[in-house]
C-alpha cells in the first residue's frame, strides 16, 4: 500500500506540470489574441480620429460667416452675419445676387466690390472678381454632414476632384479674401493654405463625413 502510494503521488507530480502547461498555454492563446486585436484597433482608431478632427477644422472655415454668407440658397441673399455685426440679416439695400450670382438681374455686385477692399472700416470688401458661390454650393446654416457631403459631390462642388478643391482653396483670390476681409471683420480661422492642407489630409484619410 505504500509503494502504491508513492507511485499515484509521483505520477500525480509528473501529469499536474503537463495539465498546468496546457492551461497556461491556452491562457497565453487567448492573451496574444486581445493584445492583436487592440493592436488592430489602435492601428486604425488613430487614423479614424485624426480625419474626424481634419474634417472639423474645414468645417470651422466652410461655415464661418466670412465663407457662409456667400454660399447662400436659391434666395439669392447674401447675409451679413459674424461677431462684428450684431444681428444676422441679409445683405443691405435690397442687394440681390439674382440667379446670375454677380448681380445682373439687378445691380452688379461690381458697383460697390472693387477690386481691392475698401480702406474705411466695413467698407465694401474686394476681390478681383466678387459674386456669391454657385447655389449648389450652399453652406448657410447648413450641418457640418451636409457640407461634407456636398464637398465631395462634383455635381455641387464645380466639378472638382478633392485635389482640385484644395487648388481652388489655394489658389482662389476671392476665397481668399475671406482671410484678408477689410477693416472691422473677423477673418476665417486657420489660412487658405493649412485649410488647403487639411483638405489634403482629410481626402488622404478617406474623406469621412460626420453622422
Not at 452675419?81 to 448681380?103: A, C, E, L
Not at 483670390?173 to 477689410?182: C, N, Q, R, S
Request: net charge negative.
Amino acid at each position: 500500500m505504500q509503494l502504491k502510494s508513492i507511485m499515484l503521488k509521483t505520477i500525480a507530480l509528473i501529469l499536474l506540470p503537463g495539465v498546468s502547461f496546457v492551461f497556461d498555454a491556452s491562457a497565453q492563446n487567448n492573451s496574444l489574441e486581445q493584445v492583436n486585436s487592440l493592436e488592430r484597433i489602435d492601428s486604425l482608431d488613430p487614423v479614424d480620429s485624426q480625419a474626424a478632427q481634419t474634417w472639423n477644422k474645414i468645417y470651422e472655415v466652410f461655415s464661418h460667416p466670412r465663407c457662409a454668407n456667400c454660399h447662400v440658397p436659391d434666395d439669392n441673399l447674401p447675409r451679413w452675419s459674424g461677431p462684428n455685426y450684431g444681428k444676422t440679416s441679409v445683405h443691405g439695400m435690397n442687394i440681390s445676387g439674382g440667379q446670375s450670382r454677380i448681380g445682373v438681374e439687378t445691380v452688379m455686385c461690381s458697383t460697390c466690390h472693387a477690386h481691392t477692399n475698401s480702406d474705411e472700416p466695413h467698407g465694401p470688401p474686394g476681390a478681383p472678381v466678387w459674386m456669391l458661390a454657385p447655389v449648389e454650393m450652399l453652406w448657410w446654416q447648413q450641418s457640418s454632414n451636409q457640407i461634407c457631403e456636398q464637398i465631395k459631390d462634383p455635381a455641387r462642388n464645380g466639378g472638382r476632384t478633392l485635389e482640385e478643391v484644395a487648388h481652388h482653396i489655394a489658389e482662389d483670390e476671392l476665397v481668399h479674401w475671406g482671410w484678408d476681409p477689410g477693416i472691422g471683420r473677423e477673418p476665417a480661422p486657420y489660412s487658405a493654405k493649412e485649410t488647403a492642407d487639411f483638405v489634403t489630409l482629410w481626402a488622404n484619410a478617406g474623406a469621412p463625413c460626420p453622422e
